[in-house]
Protein backbone atom coordinates (compact mmCIF):
# COMPACT_ATOMS: atom_id res chain seq x y z
CA UNK A 1 0.00 0.00 0.00
CA UNK A 2 1.25 3.55 -0.79
CA UNK A 3 1.02 6.29 1.66
CA UNK A 4 1.03 9.92 0.35
CA UNK A 5 0.41 11.66 3.51
CA UNK A 6 2.67 13.63 5.22
CA UNK A 7 4.27 13.15 8.93
CA UNK A 8 2.67 15.46 11.43
CA UNK A 9 5.49 17.62 11.65
CA UNK A 10 5.00 18.52 7.93
CA UNK A 11 1.57 18.57 8.13
CA UNK A 12 1.90 21.03 11.36
CA UNK A 13 4.12 23.32 9.56
CA UNK A 14 1.68 23.35 6.43
CA UNK A 15 -1.50 23.49 7.91
CA UNK A 16 0.31 26.87 10.13
CA UNK A 17 1.23 28.29 7.00
CA UNK A 18 -2.68 27.48 5.43
CA UNK A 19 -3.90 29.73 8.23
CA UNK A 20 -1.27 32.42 8.59
CA UNK A 21 -2.02 32.51 4.53
CA UNK A 22 -5.82 32.49 4.85
CA UNK A 23 -6.02 35.12 7.71
CA UNK A 24 -3.34 37.64 7.03
CA UNK A 25 -2.95 37.41 3.46
CA UNK A 26 -5.59 36.61 1.44
CA UNK A 27 -8.06 38.75 2.82
CA UNK A 28 -5.93 42.07 2.29
CA UNK A 29 -4.27 40.84 -1.20
CA UNK A 30 -5.16 43.75 -3.18
CA UNK A 31 -3.67 46.22 -0.41
CA UNK A 32 -0.86 44.66 -0.54
CA UNK A 33 -0.45 45.17 -4.17
CA UNK A 34 -1.42 48.56 -4.38
CA UNK A 35 0.97 49.25 -1.67
CA UNK A 36 3.89 47.29 -3.60
CA UNK A 37 4.71 46.00 0.20
CA UNK A 38 3.25 44.39 3.54
CA UNK A 39 2.91 46.74 6.51
CA UNK A 40 5.49 46.27 9.45
CA UNK A 41 2.79 44.09 11.49
CA UNK A 42 2.38 41.85 8.96
CA UNK A 43 6.00 41.09 8.31
CA UNK A 44 6.27 40.57 12.39
CA UNK A 45 3.19 38.41 12.77
CA UNK A 46 4.93 36.03 10.06
CA UNK A 47 8.70 36.40 11.61
CA UNK A 48 6.85 34.96 14.67
CA UNK A 49 5.36 32.11 12.89
CA UNK A 50 9.25 30.47 11.95
CA UNK A 51 8.18 29.67 8.57
CA UNK A 52 10.83 31.74 6.59
CA UNK A 53 13.59 29.32 8.47
CA UNK A 54 12.46 26.30 8.03
CA UNK A 55 15.15 25.18 5.67
CA UNK A 56 17.67 27.31 7.47
CA UNK A 57 20.08 25.33 9.38
CA UNK A 58 19.55 24.55 13.34
CA UNK A 59 23.19 26.06 13.50
CA UNK A 60 21.60 29.70 12.29
CA UNK A 61 18.73 29.74 14.00
CA UNK A 62 16.75 27.60 12.09
CA UNK A 63 14.35 24.36 11.86
CA UNK A 64 16.29 22.24 8.96
CA UNK A 65 13.35 20.73 8.04
CA UNK A 66 14.78 20.65 4.63
CA UNK A 67 13.02 21.40 0.98
CA UNK A 68 9.99 19.70 1.40
CA UNK A 69 8.82 21.56 4.33
CA UNK A 70 10.19 24.87 2.28
CA UNK A 71 7.88 23.92 -0.26
CA UNK A 72 4.92 23.20 1.54
CA UNK A 73 5.25 26.39 3.20
CA UNK A 74 5.28 28.00 -0.16
CA UNK A 75 2.29 26.45 -1.47
CA UNK A 76 0.17 27.90 1.14
CA UNK A 77 1.70 31.59 0.76
CA UNK A 78 1.80 31.31 -2.87
CA UNK A 79 -2.30 30.30 -3.01
CA UNK A 80 -2.57 33.44 -1.13
CA UNK A 81 -0.63 35.91 -2.64
CA UNK A 82 2.72 34.78 -4.24
CA UNK A 83 4.16 38.94 -4.01
CA UNK A 84 3.83 38.39 -0.74
CA UNK A 85 5.64 35.15 0.17
CA UNK A 86 8.00 36.98 -1.69
CA UNK A 87 8.28 40.36 0.51
CA UNK A 88 7.70 37.97 3.86
CA UNK A 89 11.32 36.04 3.10
CA UNK A 90 14.06 37.65 3.68
CA UNK A 91 16.18 35.58 2.25
CA UNK A 92 14.22 34.09 -0.57
CA UNK A 93 15.92 32.17 -3.18
CA UNK A 94 19.31 33.82 -2.73
CA UNK A 95 19.93 31.25 -0.17
CA UNK A 96 20.79 29.25 -2.04
CA UNK A 97 23.81 29.84 -3.49
CA UNK A 98 25.23 31.64 -0.78
CA UNK A 99 24.43 27.52 0.83
CA UNK A 100 25.56 26.11 -1.64
CA UNK A 101 28.72 28.04 -2.64
CA UNK A 102 29.97 29.41 0.43
CA UNK A 103 28.39 27.27 3.30
CA UNK A 104 27.53 27.82 6.89
CA UNK A 105 30.40 30.60 6.63
CA UNK A 106 28.48 32.38 3.88
CA UNK A 107 25.39 31.89 5.46
CA UNK A 108 27.17 33.65 8.74
CA UNK A 109 28.31 36.67 7.36
CA UNK A 110 26.03 36.89 4.35
CA UNK A 111 22.39 36.01 5.58
CA UNK A 112 22.85 36.22 9.00
CA UNK A 113 22.82 39.53 9.92
CA UNK A 114 19.68 40.14 7.49
CA UNK A 115 17.62 38.13 9.78
CA UNK A 116 17.80 40.58 12.32
CA UNK A 117 16.71 43.80 10.23
CA UNK A 118 12.90 44.06 10.01
CA UNK A 119 11.49 43.94 5.75
CA UNK A 120 15.22 43.46 5.06
CA UNK A 121 15.23 41.29 1.82
CA UNK A 122 18.03 39.30 -0.26
CA UNK A 123 17.24 39.27 -4.07
CA UNK A 124 19.10 36.54 -6.51
CA UNK A 125 19.26 37.78 -9.97
CA UNK A 126 20.14 35.09 -12.48
CA UNK A 127 22.64 36.56 -15.64
CA UNK A 128 23.41 34.00 -17.60
CA UNK A 129 24.76 36.12 -20.40
CA UNK A 130 25.86 38.33 -18.27
CA UNK A 131 24.54 42.07 -18.22
CA UNK A 132 26.54 42.89 -15.31
CA UNK A 133 30.25 43.39 -16.43
CA UNK A 134 33.45 43.18 -13.37
CA UNK A 135 36.09 44.94 -13.69
CA UNK A 136 38.77 44.62 -11.07
CA UNK A 137 36.61 43.50 -8.14
CA UNK A 138 33.76 46.01 -8.92
CA UNK A 139 30.79 45.48 -11.19
CA UNK A 140 28.70 47.86 -13.32
CA UNK A 141 25.32 47.47 -15.52
CA UNK A 142 21.70 47.33 -15.08
CA UNK A 143 19.14 44.69 -14.54
CA UNK A 144 16.19 45.25 -15.77
CA UNK A 145 13.61 43.98 -13.68
CA UNK A 146 13.92 42.09 -9.60
CA UNK A 147 10.72 41.64 -7.66
CA UNK A 148 11.40 44.06 -5.27
CA UNK A 149 11.52 47.24 -4.24
CA UNK A 150 14.66 46.92 -1.60
CA UNK A 151 17.60 45.26 -1.90
CA UNK A 152 19.82 44.76 1.34
CA UNK A 153 22.39 41.95 -0.14
CA UNK A 154 22.06 41.21 -4.23
CA UNK A 155 23.31 37.61 -5.02
CA UNK A 156 23.89 36.98 -8.70
CA UNK A 157 24.34 33.72 -9.90
CA UNK A 158 26.19 32.97 -13.43
CA UNK A 159 26.36 29.63 -15.35
CA UNK A 160 29.31 29.38 -13.45
CA UNK A 161 30.19 31.31 -10.53
CA UNK A 162 28.18 33.69 -7.96
CA UNK A 163 29.04 37.13 -6.58
CA UNK A 164 27.63 39.15 -4.01
CA UNK A 165 27.02 42.83 -3.74
CA UNK A 166 25.96 44.95 -0.79
CA UNK A 167 26.47 48.44 -1.72
CA UNK A 168 26.82 50.93 -4.86
CA UNK A 169 23.26 50.18 -6.01
CA UNK A 170 20.52 52.35 -7.02
CA UNK A 171 16.62 51.36 -8.16
CA UNK A 172 14.15 52.64 -10.23
CA UNK A 173 10.79 51.43 -9.69
CA UNK A 174 8.67 49.80 -12.60
CA UNK A 175 5.26 48.68 -12.70
CA UNK A 176 5.47 45.54 -13.25
CA UNK A 177 2.27 43.16 -13.89
CA UNK A 178 2.81 40.63 -11.20
CA UNK A 179 3.89 40.29 -7.47
CA UNK A 180 3.14 43.44 -7.01
CA UNK A 181 2.96 43.04 -3.64
CA UNK A 182 6.38 42.23 -3.74
CA UNK A 183 7.88 45.58 -5.37
CA UNK A 184 9.77 45.76 -9.14
CA UNK A 185 12.71 48.01 -9.83
CA UNK A 186 15.11 48.45 -12.11
CA UNK A 187 19.10 47.90 -10.74
CA UNK A 188 21.53 50.02 -11.64
CA UNK A 189 25.30 49.39 -10.60
CA UNK A 190 28.21 51.65 -11.15
CA UNK A 191 31.22 50.32 -9.57
CA UNK A 192 30.02 48.48 -6.82
CA UNK A 193 32.43 46.58 -4.89
CA UNK A 194 31.69 42.66 -5.12
CA UNK A 195 31.94 41.74 -1.54
CA UNK A 196 32.46 37.97 -1.90
CA UNK A 197 32.51 35.47 -5.09
CA UNK A 198 32.64 31.87 -5.74
CA UNK A 199 33.43 29.73 -9.07
CA UNK A 200 32.21 25.83 -9.12
CA UNK A 201 29.98 25.08 -11.76
CA UNK A 202 28.44 22.19 -10.20
CA UNK A 203 27.42 24.53 -7.30
CA UNK A 204 25.80 27.22 -9.69
CA UNK A 205 23.71 24.59 -11.43
CA UNK A 206 22.76 23.20 -8.18
CA UNK A 207 22.03 26.73 -6.66
CA UNK A 208 19.76 27.27 -9.97
CA UNK A 209 17.73 24.07 -9.36
CA UNK A 210 16.93 24.80 -5.78
CA UNK A 211 15.85 28.32 -6.81
CA UNK A 212 13.88 27.11 -9.52
CA UNK A 213 12.64 24.52 -7.02
CA UNK A 214 11.48 27.27 -5.22
CA UNK A 215 9.34 29.48 -7.90
CA UNK A 216 7.74 26.07 -8.76
CA UNK A 217 6.38 25.47 -5.58
CA UNK A 218 4.92 29.40 -5.07
CA UNK A 219 3.18 28.80 -8.96
CA UNK A 220 1.66 25.81 -7.61
CA UNK A 221 -0.19 28.05 -5.03
CA UNK A 222 -0.94 29.92 -7.57
CA UNK A 223 -2.49 27.92 -10.09
CA UNK A 224 -4.38 26.01 -7.06
CA UNK A 225 -5.97 29.02 -6.07
CA UNK A 226 -7.22 30.04 -9.81
CA UNK A 227 -8.34 26.03 -10.57
CA UNK A 228 -10.17 25.96 -7.01
CA UNK A 229 -11.80 29.45 -7.21
CA UNK A 230 -12.53 28.62 -10.72
CA UNK A 231 -14.31 25.60 -10.05
CA UNK A 232 -16.45 27.14 -6.87
CA UNK A 233 -17.39 29.96 -8.54
CA UNK A 234 -18.64 26.89 -11.55
CA UNK A 235 -20.49 25.53 -8.92
CA UNK A 236 -22.35 28.41 -7.76
CA UNK A 237 -22.63 30.12 -11.23
CA UNK A 238 -26.00 29.23 -12.51
CA UNK A 239 -27.29 29.24 -16.49
CA UNK A 240 -29.79 27.53 -18.27
CA UNK A 241 -31.37 25.80 -15.28
CA UNK A 242 -28.54 24.51 -14.34
CA UNK A 243 -24.62 25.31 -12.45
CA UNK A 244 -22.25 25.83 -15.26
CA UNK A 245 -20.05 23.25 -13.83
CA UNK A 246 -23.08 20.73 -14.59
CA UNK A 247 -22.46 20.94 -18.39
CA UNK A 248 -20.42 18.68 -19.70
CA UNK A 249 -17.15 20.55 -21.80
CA UNK A 250 -17.14 23.07 -18.63
CA UNK A 251 -16.55 20.08 -15.94
CA UNK A 252 -14.13 18.11 -18.50
CA UNK A 253 -12.16 21.20 -18.55
CA UNK A 254 -12.20 21.63 -14.72
CA UNK A 255 -10.98 18.60 -14.19
CA UNK A 256 -7.88 19.22 -16.51
CA UNK A 257 -7.11 22.26 -14.44
CA UNK A 258 -7.44 20.36 -10.99
CA UNK A 259 -5.13 17.38 -12.80
CA UNK A 260 -2.65 19.88 -13.74
CA UNK A 261 -2.49 21.26 -10.63
CA UNK A 262 -1.94 17.63 -8.98
CA UNK A 263 0.79 16.46 -12.00
CA UNK A 264 2.78 19.66 -10.78
CA UNK A 265 2.16 18.96 -7.00
CA UNK A 266 3.76 15.65 -7.48
CA UNK A 267 6.94 17.01 -9.48
CA UNK A 268 7.57 19.35 -7.02
CA UNK A 269 7.26 17.25 -4.42
CA UNK A 270 9.45 14.76 -5.47
CA UNK A 271 12.54 17.08 -6.07
CA UNK A 272 12.24 17.73 -2.92
CA UNK A 273 12.24 14.66 -1.68
CA UNK A 274 14.94 13.85 -3.86
CA UNK A 275 16.67 17.11 -2.76
CA UNK A 276 16.31 15.85 1.37
CA UNK A 277 17.21 12.34 0.49
CA UNK A 278 20.64 13.95 -1.04
CA UNK A 279 20.07 12.02 -4.62
CA UNK A 280 20.55 13.83 -7.26
CA UNK A 281 17.71 16.80 -8.12
CA UNK A 282 18.43 18.82 -10.68
CA UNK A 283 17.04 17.04 -13.90
CA UNK A 284 13.50 16.61 -10.91
CA UNK A 285 13.81 20.41 -10.17
CA UNK A 286 14.26 22.18 -13.67
CA UNK A 287 11.07 19.29 -14.94
CA UNK A 288 9.12 20.75 -11.97
CA UNK A 289 9.62 24.00 -13.05
CA UNK A 290 9.10 23.54 -16.51
CA UNK A 291 5.73 21.88 -15.91
CA UNK A 292 4.94 24.41 -13.67
CA UNK A 293 5.92 27.47 -16.04
CA UNK A 294 3.33 25.08 -19.12
CA UNK A 295 0.71 24.80 -16.69
CA UNK A 296 0.30 28.16 -15.82
CA UNK A 297 -0.03 29.10 -19.51
CA UNK A 298 -2.77 26.46 -19.61
CA UNK A 299 -4.44 27.16 -16.18
CA UNK A 300 -4.41 30.92 -15.80
CA UNK A 301 -6.04 31.68 -18.59
CA UNK A 302 -8.87 29.17 -18.53
CA UNK A 303 -9.54 29.80 -14.65
CA UNK A 304 -10.35 33.64 -16.39
CA UNK A 305 -12.38 32.17 -19.32
CA UNK A 306 -14.55 30.32 -16.48
CA UNK A 307 -15.54 33.60 -15.04
CA UNK A 308 -16.48 34.61 -18.37
CA UNK A 309 -16.12 38.60 -18.09
CA UNK A 310 -15.76 38.64 -14.64
CA UNK A 311 -12.39 37.26 -14.81
CA UNK A 312 -10.99 40.04 -16.06
CA UNK A 313 -12.25 42.27 -13.04
CA UNK A 314 -10.29 43.15 -10.11
CA UNK A 315 -13.82 42.05 -8.42
CA UNK A 316 -12.42 38.71 -8.45
CA UNK A 317 -8.91 37.04 -7.77
CA UNK A 318 -8.17 35.16 -11.11
CA UNK A 319 -6.95 37.98 -13.16
CA UNK A 320 -4.57 38.68 -10.63
CA UNK A 321 -3.34 34.65 -10.23
CA UNK A 322 -3.09 34.65 -14.36
CA UNK A 323 -0.67 37.87 -13.60
CA UNK A 324 1.28 36.41 -11.17
CA UNK A 325 1.91 33.01 -12.79
CA UNK A 326 3.25 34.50 -15.85
CA UNK A 327 5.70 36.80 -13.94
CA UNK A 328 6.80 33.90 -12.13
CA UNK A 329 7.22 32.03 -14.94
CA UNK A 330 9.72 34.54 -16.38
CA UNK A 331 11.86 34.54 -13.44
CA UNK A 332 15.48 32.66 -13.44
CA UNK A 333 15.65 32.30 -17.44
CA UNK A 334 12.02 30.93 -17.75
CA UNK A 335 10.93 27.97 -18.94
CA UNK A 336 12.93 27.91 -22.39
CA UNK A 337 15.86 28.00 -20.23
CA UNK A 338 14.46 25.28 -17.90
CA UNK A 339 13.70 23.25 -20.53
CA UNK A 340 17.01 23.45 -22.28
CA UNK A 341 18.55 22.34 -19.16
CA UNK A 342 16.38 19.55 -18.43
CA UNK A 343 17.14 18.24 -22.18
CA UNK A 344 20.65 18.50 -21.15
CA UNK A 345 20.66 16.50 -18.03
CA UNK A 346 18.45 13.37 -19.71
CA UNK A 347 20.99 12.97 -22.12
CA UNK A 348 24.00 13.21 -19.47
CA UNK A 349 22.09 10.49 -17.61
CA UNK A 350 20.51 7.99 -20.55
CA UNK A 351 22.43 8.75 -23.15
CA UNK A 352 21.95 10.12 -26.55
CA UNK A 353 18.45 8.64 -28.23
CA UNK A 354 19.32 7.56 -31.79
CA UNK A 355 16.45 8.27 -34.73
CA UNK A 356 15.19 5.77 -35.84
CA UNK A 357 16.72 2.93 -33.37
CA UNK A 358 14.37 -0.13 -31.67
CA UNK A 359 15.28 -1.91 -29.02
CA UNK A 360 16.12 -5.80 -29.37
Excluded at 219 to 238: K, M
Excluded at 260 to 272: K, Q, S, T
Amino acid sequence: MIDFSLDPELELIRDTARQFATEELLPRHREFEGARGLPPEVQRRFAETGLALVELPESLGGAGLGALARVLVLEELGAADPGAALALDPLGPALYPLAVFGGEEALVRHAAPLLEQPGARAVLAFDPVPELSEEAGRVSGRLAYVPSDRIDLLVVLEKERAYVVREGLSLGPVRGAGLRAAGAAEVRAEGAPIEASFVNTPAARESLARARLYLAALLLGVLRAASEYARSYAVERVAFGRPIAHHQALAFLLMDMESAVAGVRALVHEAAWRLDQGLSAMLACATAFTEACEQAVFVGPNAVQVLGGHGFMQDYPVEKHMREARALSLLLGGPDAARDEAGSLLVRETGPIELGAREP
